[in-house]
């Protein structure tokens, strides 16, 4: 009876321990995520500020393209573009696409409401952003 008692309380420590190890594992890393890099991001705040400082913001990143505030809400990495964001994409300045890291496979950079968004083309999943102070 006390190697009954044995074999089935190891039989419960051990898949305690297999489903604590499997709690440490985090699924939700960011490990394949693709980023701007603060380099990106502090190139195109200066980028930005200059040009917006002498009028001269392409299409899509002036501060009469800012998006309502619904639809700004709506605009989150990880996300997935809603068809009214969809709507809005315009294609990224040549001038900012050179200063910008090349998109992966499958990835654009796109202007969306005065933001530079990286998106995946054919699931419209956000995966980054630069926002700019306007």
């Known amino acids: 009876m006390l190697l009954a008692i ?8 051990r898949a305690d321990g297999h489903g604590h190890g499997k ?4 699924d939700d890393d960011d490990h394949g995520r693709h980023y701007y890099s603060d380099h990106d991001r502090g190139e195109m705040r200066d980028w930005y500020h200059e040009r917006d400082r002498d ?3 392409p299409p899509g990143l002036a501060k009469r393209d800012r998006l309502p505030p ?21 294609p990224c300045p040549e001038e900012v696409e050179r200063r910008l890291p090349p998109p992966p496979v499958g990835c654009a950079h796109v202007v969306i409401g005065g933001h ?8 419209y999943v ?9």
Do not use: W
């Not at 044995?6 to 420590?13: F, H, I, L, Y």
């Not at 530079?116 to 699931?123: A, D, E, F, K, Y």
């Not at 956000?126 to 306007?134: G, K, L, S, T």
């Open 70 to 90: 619904g639809l700004e809400r709506q605009l989150r990495v990880r996300g997935t573009l809603p068809p009214g964001l969809r709507k809005k994409m315009m």
């Open 126 to 134: 956000v995966m980054d952003i630069i926002h700019f102070e306007m």
């Open 23 to 26: 709690h440490d594992r985090d």
């Open 116 to 123: 530079v968004v990286l998106v995946n083309q054919s699931s």
């Open 6 to 13: 044995s074999v089935a309380m190891s039989g419960v420590a």
């Open 55 to 57: 009028n001269h913001l």
